[in-house]
């Protein structure tokens, strides 16, 4: 009898444990990144883009790579957005069971763990194709297509949560399918939708692998769709390869910029959401 | 020139003026048309995606053959010899090594959160593993840098040096804090949320009164989960691991900063490696500078996604049937 008991604590000991060390992980990473990039984080390096001879260790700022990754995840999300939602409310509304909607469900599953640098490639082959260079346009469709399964994903399991019972009312009325899903569909799930948009938006402004194919570098600010555009995660990868530890130093404090605005994205969304929960019918 | 380009206009203009002018009815079903075909747009990505890498692999499968190439040892684009072995040898190194360390961890945090844990705690659980999945990975690099790298150098590896140095496994012979261990380690951190939330899934989807039961014979909580639970829940539970493992296999920045990225077979896990995304994320600036570089890479992006496609596929297969047997 006893011994049983005994087996119980110490498993649950060590479930405590590994539960702790999951969580004190994200203390750990939140830290190091604050402490190391905090003392060289300053004004200058969030207005100004790159001057001569930064890449030496000499003035400027990050500004080109911060505004070129919002443009960049804008711009994905945007565009997965016009692709995500009609499948999401088809999903929902139209085929919520049938073959059809079992296969976009798998395949957007599938894709959703794509190795980024594979849909990197991808962006890159496109390119190619179709005649274009490194480019914020480039950029912005491969970070559509990795923003796609998420956003869609997040978003069909909203809209399934939704009470079926609105859904009928709003057909017994008379409403078009359309109708329904414009009017009660997307006005119901908004919170849901928002955090599935954010979400999306999170993932696209940190992922590197896939814009170090399609989106070039440059230290201007971006100019064009057509012209190469800088991005943080690279900012803070390319600085990290340099051999001056000053340079590195301004890594550091980048890579703490991006870790602030995903994390703001993250408890944004979530205090955004709650917000506008308050809207929907219960 | 710009006679037809106003005719394309016209016809353009009249389309969209009918489509305004629909009925409700013709505008339900044109919408349900263009809804069903954007749905169909992911299925179609997934086909273009092996098509695409698999015709700009082609130049480089017309010169070898394909065992040459996945079997081969030694890497020397400018001679054009392209063998993946070393590549796909340390990806598998570095997947390994992350998984021994994230499974144990994540199961058992899994089934705490899911069987002990208070309403209250599963409260904190999901916004905290939501912050770490949402790190980039480019901060998971620069966290491995600062922190793990140094850790293995100084801690780890020298412990591992003096208690176990005759095991060839576990010999130090890279002094640099680079290596395996270091990308195992990061990676383990990396796949953790996402290892937890779906076993944790998994684990909810197990009916309460199959608990119940084994409950009132008289099992301790320990032996029900033991006995039940985890019987119950095995095949979703390696459906995740497996998803995580694609997870880690795939992940390029992260690991590609901390993995040392050194050609060679790999024989101990403080051995630096060269997993397939870090040769890909690596030489994309030179690829198109020398004959069937951008091949070969193709072809390595290739290898990724096939082994990716084809897990993702079995685990989505099972999981799937788990929780729609739990929803029923």
Redesign the interface.
């Known amino acids: 009898m006893k011994r049983r008991q005994v087996e119980e604590a110490i498993f649950k000991f060590i479930m405590v444990c590994s539960f702790l060390l999951v969580a004190s992980s994200l203390g750990l990473i939140l830290f190091t990144v604050i402490v190391k990039g905090l003392p060289s984080l300053n004004w200058a390096m969030l207005t100004q883009t790159p001057k001569g001879g930064y890449y030496l260790g000499k003035e400027g700022g990050i500004l080109n790579a911060i505004v070129g990754s919002i443009y960049l995840a804008g711009g994905g999300t945007l565009l997965a957005l016009l692709l995500g939602l009609p499948i999401a409310l088809y999903l929902g509304v139209y085929s919520r069971k049938s073959r059809i909607s079992d296969w976009v469900r798998l395949s957007l599953d599938v894709l959703w763990g794509v190795p980024s640098i594979v849909y990197g490639a991808f962006g890159f082959i496109l390119m190619l194709a179709m005649g274009m260079r490194a480019s914020l346009l480039g950029g912005i469709i491969t970070l559509a297509l990795l923003e796609l399964p998420i956003m869609t994903r997040a978003m069909d399991e909203v809209i399934r949560m939704m009470p079926r019972d609105l859904e009928q009312a709003s057909l017994a009325l008379g409403a078009t399918r359309m109708e329904t899903a414009i009017h009660v569909v997307i006005r119901q799930t908004l919170p849901g939708i928002i955090t599935a948009i954010l979400l999306a938006f999170g993932r696209g402004i940190g992922d590197a692998a896939s814009v170090l194919f399609t989106a070039g570098y440059t230290d201007r600010l971006p100019s064009g769709l057509l012209r190469p555009v800088a991005s943080l995660p690279l900012a803070v990868f390319f600085q990290l390869g340099t051999p001056f530890p000053e340079v590195q130093q301004r890594a550091y404090s980048a890579a703490l910029v991006l870790t602030f605005i995903v994390l703001i994205i993250s408890l944004g969304s979530r205090w955004l959401s709650s917000r506008l929960s308050r809207f929907a019918l219960k | 020139m710009n006679n037809s380009k106003t005719a394309w206009f016209k016809t353009f203009y009249n389309q969209i003026r009918s489509l305004l002018t629909l009925s ?2 013709g ?2 079903r044109f ?2 048309k ?3 075909s ?6 179609l ?2 086909v ?2 092996v098509v ?2 698999w015709l ?1 692999t082609q130049p480089i499968l017309e010169t070898q053959s394909i065992w040459s190439l996945l079997l081969g040892q030694t890497w020397h684009p400018i001679k054009s010899q392209f063998g993946f072995l070393p590549f796909i040898a340390g990806t598998m190194w570095v997947t390994i090594v992350a998984m021994v360390f994230a499974v ?3 199961l ?2 899994a ?3 899911s069987e ?2 208070r309403a209250s705690m599963r409260m904190i659980m999901k ?2 593993l ?3 999945a ?10 491995g ?3 793990i790298v140094p850790w293995v150098q100084n801690t780890f590896a020298p412990f591992m040096n003096k208690c176990f140095s005759y095991i060839p496994f576990f010999a130090v012979n890279n002094p640099t804090g680079f290596g395996i261990m270091a990308g195992g380690l990061v990676l383990a ?1 990396m796949v ?2 996402f290892i ?1 939330a779906i076993t944790y899934e998994v684990l909810q989807a197990v009916p309460t009164g199959l608990r119940q039961a084994s409950l009132a014979v008289g099992a ?4 029900t989960i033991k006995y039940i639970v985890m019987r119950q829940s095995l095949p979703g539970v390696i459906a995740g691991v497996v ?1 995580g493992a ?2 880690a ?5 992260a690991v590609l ?1 901390v993995v040392g990225n050194v050609a060679h077979m790999p024989t101990s896990i403080f051995d630096a490696a060269y997993p397939l ?1 870090a040769l ?2 690596n030489n ?1 600036g030179e690829m198109l500078t020398i004959p069937l570089y951008d091949a070969a ?2 072809g390595a ?1 290739l290898i ?2 096939l082994v ?2 084809v ?3 079995l685990s ?2 099972i999981l ?1 049937r788990i929780v729609r047997r739990s929803r029923r």
């Open positions: 409700r009815g505008k339900e919408t349900e263009l809804f069903l954007i749905s169909l747009l992911p299925v990505l997934i273009l995606l695409a890498l700009r144990p961890v994540c058992l945090s089934i705490y959160l002990y844990a916004p905290l939501d912050l770490l949402a790190i980039p990975s480019v901060v998971y690099g620069v966290w840098m600062l922190a951190v953790a949320p937890i301790t909580q320990w032996e998803l694609s997870r296999l795939g992940e390029t920045m900063m995304p890909i994320a994309y890479l193709m992006a990724l996604l990716v496609l897990f993702n596929i989505t297969l799937r």
